[in-house]
Protein backbone atom coordinates (compact mmCIF):
# COMPACT_ATOMS: atom_id res chain seq x y z
CA UNK A 1 0.00 0.00 0.00
CA UNK A 2 1.54 3.31 -0.87
CA UNK A 3 2.10 6.07 1.81
CA UNK A 4 1.56 9.45 1.64
CA UNK A 5 3.96 11.74 2.74
CA UNK A 6 1.47 12.37 5.75
CA UNK A 7 1.75 8.60 6.72
CA UNK A 8 5.67 8.95 6.31
CA UNK A 9 6.09 11.80 8.99
CA UNK A 10 3.54 9.94 11.43
CA UNK A 11 5.62 6.57 11.21
CA UNK A 12 8.87 9.00 12.07
CA UNK A 13 7.63 10.92 14.87
CA UNK A 14 6.41 7.43 16.35
CA UNK A 15 10.20 6.51 16.03
CA UNK A 16 11.64 10.45 16.32
CA UNK A 17 11.72 11.99 19.71
CA UNK A 18 10.90 15.55 18.71
CA UNK A 19 12.93 18.42 20.94
CA UNK A 20 11.20 21.89 21.94
CA UNK A 21 13.02 25.13 21.10
CA UNK A 22 13.33 25.20 24.79
CA UNK A 23 14.71 21.84 25.54
CA UNK A 24 17.74 22.59 22.66
CA UNK A 25 18.44 26.02 24.17
CA UNK A 26 19.15 24.12 27.62
CA UNK A 27 20.59 21.23 26.30
CA UNK A 28 23.44 22.91 24.11
CA UNK A 29 24.29 25.36 26.84
CA UNK A 30 25.03 21.81 29.22
CA UNK A 31 28.63 20.64 29.42
CA UNK A 32 27.33 17.55 27.29
CA UNK A 33 25.87 19.45 24.28
CA UNK A 34 24.28 17.41 21.61
CA UNK A 35 26.01 17.17 17.81
CA UNK A 36 23.41 19.48 16.45
CA UNK A 37 23.41 19.43 12.67
CA UNK A 38 21.58 21.45 9.90
CA UNK A 39 19.98 19.62 7.19
CA UNK A 40 19.24 22.71 4.92
CA UNK A 41 20.18 23.86 1.81
CA UNK A 42 23.44 26.34 1.48
CA UNK A 43 21.33 29.01 0.68
CA UNK A 44 19.23 28.06 3.79
CA UNK A 45 22.05 28.11 5.88
CA UNK A 46 23.84 31.04 4.54
CA UNK A 47 20.70 33.30 5.92
CA UNK A 48 21.65 32.14 9.58
CA UNK A 49 21.64 29.08 12.00
CA UNK A 50 21.62 27.86 14.88
CA UNK A 51 25.08 28.69 17.13
CA UNK A 52 27.17 25.73 17.00
CA UNK A 53 25.67 23.80 14.65
CA UNK A 54 27.27 21.78 11.99
CA UNK A 55 25.86 22.52 8.41
CA UNK A 56 25.40 19.06 6.52
CA UNK A 57 22.99 18.97 3.60
CA UNK A 58 20.11 16.69 3.68
CA UNK A 59 21.33 15.10 0.26
CA UNK A 60 25.03 14.33 2.28
CA UNK A 61 23.88 13.01 5.60
CA UNK A 62 24.50 9.34 5.37
CA UNK A 63 27.91 9.63 3.80
CA UNK A 64 29.47 12.37 5.86
CA UNK A 65 27.77 11.93 9.45
CA UNK A 66 30.54 9.31 10.32
CA UNK A 67 33.03 12.36 10.06
CA UNK A 68 29.96 14.10 12.32
CA UNK A 69 28.77 12.41 14.92
CA UNK A 70 29.43 8.48 16.55
CA UNK A 71 26.17 6.37 16.46
CA UNK A 72 26.65 6.46 20.79
CA UNK A 73 26.56 10.15 20.72
CA UNK A 74 23.25 12.55 20.88
CA UNK A 75 22.29 13.74 18.11
CA UNK A 76 19.65 16.48 17.22
CA UNK A 77 18.92 17.60 13.54
CA UNK A 78 17.44 20.76 12.29
CA UNK A 79 15.87 21.59 9.33
CA UNK A 80 13.58 24.79 8.42
CA UNK A 81 9.93 23.66 9.13
CA UNK A 82 11.23 20.09 11.51
CA UNK A 83 9.64 17.56 8.78
CA UNK A 84 12.89 17.00 6.62
CA UNK A 85 15.26 16.94 10.08
CA UNK A 86 12.08 14.02 11.30
CA UNK A 87 12.70 11.98 8.33
CA UNK A 88 16.35 12.26 7.86
CA UNK A 89 16.56 11.37 11.52
CA UNK A 90 15.14 8.18 10.41
CA UNK A 91 17.73 7.43 8.17
CA UNK A 92 20.30 7.61 10.67
CA UNK A 93 18.54 5.48 13.17
CA UNK A 94 18.42 2.91 10.58
CA UNK A 95 22.27 3.72 10.43
CA UNK A 96 22.63 2.96 13.99
CA UNK A 97 22.55 6.34 15.46
CA UNK A 98 20.21 5.39 18.58
CA UNK A 99 20.30 8.90 20.26
CA UNK A 100 18.46 11.20 16.93
CA UNK A 101 16.58 13.37 17.95
CA UNK A 102 14.57 16.25 15.84
CA UNK A 103 13.88 19.89 16.50
CA UNK A 104 10.10 20.33 16.36
CA UNK A 105 9.65 23.57 14.18
CA UNK A 106 12.89 23.78 13.11
CA UNK A 107 14.61 27.12 13.11
CA UNK A 108 11.84 28.95 11.95
CA UNK A 109 10.76 28.26 15.15
CA UNK A 110 14.15 28.57 17.16
CA UNK A 111 14.09 31.92 15.21
CA UNK A 112 10.61 33.19 16.20
CA UNK A 113 11.17 32.20 19.83
CA UNK A 114 13.92 34.65 20.09
CA UNK A 115 17.13 32.35 20.20
CA UNK A 116 20.24 33.30 19.02
CA UNK A 117 21.00 33.04 16.00
CA UNK A 118 24.35 33.76 13.75
CA UNK A 119 24.89 34.42 9.92
CA UNK A 120 27.46 33.67 8.81
CA UNK A 121 30.08 35.85 6.52
CA UNK A 122 29.77 34.60 2.94
CA UNK A 123 30.83 35.31 -0.28
CA UNK A 124 28.32 36.61 -2.67
CA UNK A 125 28.23 35.02 -5.99
CA UNK A 126 29.74 37.45 -8.00
CA UNK A 127 32.77 37.39 -5.28
CA UNK A 128 33.59 33.57 -5.37
CA UNK A 129 33.89 34.36 -8.98
CA UNK A 130 36.14 36.87 -8.47
CA UNK A 131 38.36 35.68 -6.21
CA UNK A 132 38.40 31.88 -7.05
CA UNK A 133 41.92 31.65 -7.73
CA UNK A 134 42.21 32.63 -3.66
CA UNK A 135 39.78 30.54 -2.46
CA UNK A 136 41.21 27.05 -4.28
CA UNK A 137 44.32 27.56 -2.08
CA UNK A 138 44.04 25.99 0.80
CA UNK A 139 45.79 28.17 3.17
CA UNK A 140 43.36 30.75 2.22
CA UNK A 141 40.10 29.52 1.17
CA UNK A 142 36.66 31.26 1.39
CA UNK A 143 37.29 32.13 5.18
CA UNK A 144 40.75 33.84 4.41
CA UNK A 145 39.15 36.12 1.47
CA UNK A 146 36.20 36.53 4.02
CA UNK A 147 39.87 37.87 6.41
CA UNK A 148 41.17 39.92 3.12
CA UNK A 149 37.53 41.34 2.83
CA UNK A 150 37.62 42.99 6.49
CA UNK A 151 41.02 43.91 6.61
CA UNK A 152 42.24 47.70 6.64
CA UNK A 153 45.57 48.38 4.88
CA UNK A 154 46.80 51.87 5.25
CA UNK A 155 49.36 52.80 2.54
CA UNK A 156 51.96 55.56 3.50
CA UNK A 157 52.30 56.95 -0.08
CA UNK A 158 51.26 56.41 -2.85
CA UNK A 159 53.91 56.73 -5.01
CA UNK A 160 56.60 54.04 -6.02
CA UNK A 161 55.98 51.60 -3.97
CA UNK A 162 52.45 52.63 -3.12
CA UNK A 163 51.03 52.17 -6.41
CA UNK A 164 51.70 48.32 -7.28
CA UNK A 165 51.12 47.75 -3.24
CA UNK A 166 47.52 49.38 -3.74
CA UNK A 167 46.50 47.64 -6.84
CA UNK A 168 47.48 44.43 -5.64
CA UNK A 169 45.82 44.67 -2.50
CA UNK A 170 42.91 46.36 -3.77
CA UNK A 171 42.83 43.12 -6.61
CA UNK A 172 42.96 40.62 -3.91
CA UNK A 173 39.99 41.42 -1.98
CA UNK A 174 41.34 43.86 0.72
CA UNK A 175 38.07 45.58 1.88
CA UNK A 176 39.88 49.17 2.98
CA UNK A 177 42.68 50.81 1.95
CA UNK A 178 43.38 53.94 3.33
CA UNK A 179 45.86 56.26 1.33
CA UNK A 180 47.96 58.92 2.61
CA UNK A 181 49.76 61.22 0.27
CA UNK A 182 49.45 65.04 0.13
CA UNK A 183 51.83 64.93 -3.05
CA UNK A 184 49.94 65.79 -7.02
CA UNK A 185 50.54 63.93 -9.58
CA UNK A 186 53.58 65.04 -11.83
CA UNK A 187 54.64 63.69 -15.37
CA UNK A 188 58.02 62.55 -14.13
CA UNK A 189 56.13 59.93 -11.80
CA UNK A 190 54.18 58.01 -14.49
CA UNK A 191 57.71 55.93 -15.49
CA UNK A 192 57.14 53.85 -11.84
CA UNK A 193 53.92 55.33 -10.06
CA UNK A 194 51.31 53.05 -12.36
CA UNK A 195 48.46 53.72 -10.58
CA UNK A 196 48.27 56.90 -12.17
CA UNK A 197 47.20 58.72 -15.55
CA UNK A 198 48.56 60.74 -18.21
CA UNK A 199 45.38 62.29 -18.05
CA UNK A 200 45.31 62.64 -14.26
CA UNK A 201 48.71 64.70 -13.86
CA UNK A 202 47.99 67.63 -11.65
CA UNK A 203 45.56 65.54 -9.40
CA UNK A 204 46.29 64.50 -5.91
CA UNK A 205 47.81 60.76 -5.98
CA UNK A 206 45.58 59.60 -3.30
CA UNK A 207 42.40 60.75 -5.50
CA UNK A 208 44.05 59.66 -8.57
CA UNK A 209 44.76 56.08 -6.89
CA UNK A 210 41.11 56.15 -5.53
CA UNK A 211 39.95 56.28 -8.89
CA UNK A 212 41.89 53.08 -9.70
CA UNK A 213 41.41 50.96 -7.36
CA UNK A 214 37.47 52.16 -7.50
CA UNK A 215 37.47 50.91 -11.32
CA UNK A 216 39.66 47.37 -10.15
CA UNK A 217 37.24 46.37 -7.55
CA UNK A 218 34.06 47.71 -6.32
CA UNK A 219 34.96 45.72 -3.21
CA UNK A 220 37.26 47.96 -1.71
CA UNK A 221 36.41 51.21 0.45
CA UNK A 222 39.14 53.94 -0.15
CA UNK A 223 40.03 56.25 2.39
CA UNK A 224 41.79 59.47 1.17
CA UNK A 225 44.25 61.28 3.80
CA UNK A 226 45.37 63.66 1.83
CA UNK A 227 47.25 64.94 4.27
CA UNK A 228 51.37 64.69 5.35
CA UNK A 229 51.55 62.14 7.99
CA UNK A 230 53.28 63.69 11.02
CA UNK A 231 53.16 63.73 14.50
CA UNK A 232 50.36 65.00 15.59
CA UNK A 233 48.08 63.21 13.05
CA UNK A 234 49.55 59.71 12.98
CA UNK A 235 47.94 57.90 15.61
CA UNK A 236 44.84 58.92 14.07
CA UNK A 237 44.96 58.17 11.21
CA UNK A 238 46.53 54.45 11.71
CA UNK A 239 44.03 53.81 14.85
CA UNK A 240 41.72 52.84 11.42
CA UNK A 241 43.72 50.06 10.20
CA UNK A 242 45.23 46.71 11.01
CA UNK A 243 48.57 46.39 8.95
CA UNK A 244 50.48 49.83 7.83
CA UNK A 245 52.17 49.67 4.24
CA UNK A 246 55.41 52.52 4.41
CA UNK A 247 56.03 53.42 0.75
CA UNK A 248 57.56 56.63 2.25
CA UNK A 249 60.78 58.29 0.21
CA UNK A 250 61.86 60.09 3.23
CA UNK A 251 63.84 58.90 6.43
CA UNK A 252 61.61 61.28 8.78
CA UNK A 253 58.33 60.18 7.85
CA UNK A 254 59.76 56.33 8.09
CA UNK A 255 61.01 57.09 11.52
CA UNK A 256 57.77 58.40 12.28
CA UNK A 257 55.81 55.40 11.28
CA UNK A 258 58.61 53.27 13.14
CA UNK A 259 57.59 54.94 16.39
CA UNK A 260 53.90 55.51 16.12
CA UNK A 261 53.36 51.49 15.13
CA UNK A 262 54.92 50.74 18.21
CA UNK A 263 53.06 52.95 19.83
CA UNK A 264 49.80 51.43 18.23
CA UNK A 265 51.32 47.98 18.17
CA UNK A 266 50.30 47.80 14.50
CA UNK A 267 52.10 45.81 12.25
CA UNK A 268 54.54 47.96 9.67
CA UNK A 269 55.87 46.26 6.40
CA UNK A 270 58.85 48.61 5.21
CA UNK A 271 60.12 48.59 1.83
CA UNK A 272 63.20 51.41 0.73
CA UNK A 273 64.39 51.47 -3.27
CA UNK A 274 67.17 53.23 -4.45
CA UNK A 275 68.66 52.78 -8.22
CA UNK A 276 68.96 49.07 -8.48
CA UNK A 277 68.77 48.06 -4.89
CA UNK A 278 65.52 47.86 -2.94
CA UNK A 279 65.05 46.64 0.68
CA UNK A 280 62.08 45.39 2.60
CA UNK A 281 61.62 43.93 5.78
CA UNK A 282 58.34 43.45 8.15
CA UNK A 283 58.23 44.87 11.79
CA UNK A 284 55.54 43.08 14.25
CA UNK A 285 55.73 45.55 17.24
CA UNK A 286 57.21 43.72 20.51
CA UNK A 287 57.22 40.41 18.39
CA UNK A 288 60.21 40.85 16.09
CA UNK A 289 62.49 43.34 15.59
CA UNK A 290 61.52 46.97 15.06
CA UNK A 291 63.03 49.42 12.30
CA UNK A 292 65.19 50.92 15.13
CA UNK A 293 66.50 47.54 16.11
CA UNK A 294 67.80 47.93 12.14
CA UNK A 295 68.52 51.22 12.36
CA UNK A 296 68.88 53.50 15.55
CA UNK A 297 69.48 56.53 14.26
CA UNK A 298 69.09 58.03 10.87
CA UNK A 299 72.02 58.13 8.56
CA UNK A 300 73.93 61.28 7.71
CA UNK A 301 71.92 63.49 5.48
CA UNK A 302 74.57 63.30 2.73
CA UNK A 303 74.91 59.57 2.40
CA UNK A 304 70.96 59.31 1.97
CA UNK A 305 69.94 60.75 -1.16
CA UNK A 306 66.57 60.50 -2.37
CA UNK A 307 65.58 58.84 -5.65
CA UNK A 308 64.56 62.29 -6.53
CA UNK A 309 68.55 63.46 -6.47
CA UNK A 310 69.72 59.69 -7.42
CA UNK A 311 66.95 58.53 -9.33
CA UNK A 312 65.73 54.72 -9.31
CA UNK A 313 64.57 52.32 -11.92
CA UNK A 314 60.59 52.04 -12.24
CA UNK A 315 60.41 48.24 -12.24
CA UNK A 316 62.37 47.55 -8.90
CA UNK A 317 59.17 50.11 -7.71
CA UNK A 318 57.17 47.35 -8.66
CA UNK A 319 58.74 44.32 -7.08
CA UNK A 320 59.41 45.95 -3.96
CA UNK A 321 56.10 47.26 -3.98
CA UNK A 322 54.49 43.91 -4.69
CA UNK A 323 56.95 42.24 -1.89
CA UNK A 324 55.34 44.95 0.37
CA UNK A 325 51.37 44.00 -0.85
CA UNK A 326 52.32 40.17 -0.23
CA UNK A 327 53.93 40.68 2.99
CA UNK A 328 50.99 42.22 4.01
CA UNK A 329 48.07 40.01 2.80
CA UNK A 330 50.39 37.13 4.74
CA UNK A 331 50.05 39.41 7.96
CA UNK A 332 46.49 39.61 7.41
CA UNK A 333 45.76 35.69 6.90
CA UNK A 334 48.49 34.99 9.42
CA UNK A 335 49.76 32.58 6.99
CA UNK A 336 53.52 31.54 5.97
CA UNK A 337 56.69 33.14 7.05
CA UNK A 338 56.98 36.65 6.96
CA UNK A 339 59.90 38.76 6.64
CA UNK A 340 60.02 39.74 10.44
CA UNK A 341 63.52 38.86 12.10
CA UNK A 342 65.11 39.43 7.87
CA UNK A 343 66.00 42.06 6.05
CA UNK A 344 65.35 41.38 1.97
CA UNK A 345 67.73 43.07 -0.16
CA UNK A 346 67.47 42.87 -3.75
CA UNK A 347 69.59 44.15 -6.39
CA UNK A 348 68.12 44.47 -9.69
CA UNK A 349 71.06 44.53 -11.63
CA UNK A 350 72.94 41.41 -10.15
CA UNK A 351 69.43 39.78 -10.34
CA UNK A 352 70.07 39.18 -6.94
CA UNK A 353 68.34 38.64 -3.50
CA UNK A 354 69.61 38.31 -0.04
CA UNK A 355 68.98 38.59 3.47
CA UNK A 356 70.25 40.10 6.61
CA UNK A 357 69.12 38.69 10.24
CA UNK A 358 67.66 41.44 12.39
CA UNK A 359 67.30 40.47 16.01
CA UNK A 360 65.50 42.60 18.84
CA UNK A 361 68.09 44.59 20.19
CA UNK A 362 67.83 44.12 23.92
CA UNK A 363 68.80 48.49 24.32
CA UNK A 364 66.84 49.45 20.91
CA UNK A 365 65.86 52.82 21.48
CA UNK A 366 62.43 52.31 19.65
CA UNK A 367 60.95 49.15 21.58
CA UNK A 368 63.44 47.97 23.92
CA UNK A 369 62.58 48.11 27.80
CA UNK A 370 63.98 51.00 28.64
CA UNK A 371 63.23 52.90 25.66
CA UNK A 372 61.42 56.04 25.87
CA UNK A 373 58.97 56.00 23.17
CA UNK A 374 58.01 59.69 22.02
CA UNK A 375 57.77 61.76 18.66
CA UNK A 376 59.98 64.11 18.11
CA UNK A 377 61.07 66.88 15.50
CA UNK A 378 61.76 64.05 13.09
CA UNK A 379 62.75 66.57 9.84
CA UNK A 380 65.64 68.06 12.17
CA UNK A 381 66.39 65.14 13.70
CA UNK A 382 67.19 63.75 10.25
CA UNK A 383 68.87 66.41 8.95
CA UNK A 384 71.17 65.93 11.77
CA UNK A 385 70.08 68.99 13.89
CA UNK A 386 70.70 67.91 17.50
CA UNK A 387 70.99 64.65 17.46
CA UNK A 388 71.84 62.98 20.60
CA UNK A 389 74.31 59.77 20.51
CA UNK A 390 72.84 56.70 21.08
CA UNK A 391 75.56 53.41 20.77
CA UNK A 392 76.07 52.61 17.04
CA UNK A 393 75.22 49.05 17.15
CA UNK A 394 77.48 46.61 15.12
ZN1 LIG B 1 63.45 47.84 18.25
Request: proline letters at 6%; aromatic letters at 6%.
Amino acid sequence: MAQTYQDLLAAARAEIREVQVDELAQRLAAAQAPVLIDVREQSEWDEGHVPGAVHVPRGYLESRIAGVAAPDDQVVLVCAGGMRSLLAARNLREMGYEHVESLAGGFTRWKQSGQDYVVPQTLTPQQRSRYSRHTLIPEVGEAGQLKLLGARVLLIGAGGLGSPAAYYLAAAGVGTIGLADDDVVDASNLQRQIIHTTDRVGMLKAESAKIAIEALNPDVKVNVHATRINRDNVLDIIAGYDVIVDGADNFPTRYLLADASLMARKPLVHASILRFEGHASVFIPYDGPCYRCLFPEPPPPDLAPSCGEAGVLGVLCGVMGNIQANEAIKVILGIGETLSGRLLVYDALGMEFNELKVRRDPNCPGCGPDAQLEFRDYDAWCAGIGRHTEAVHA
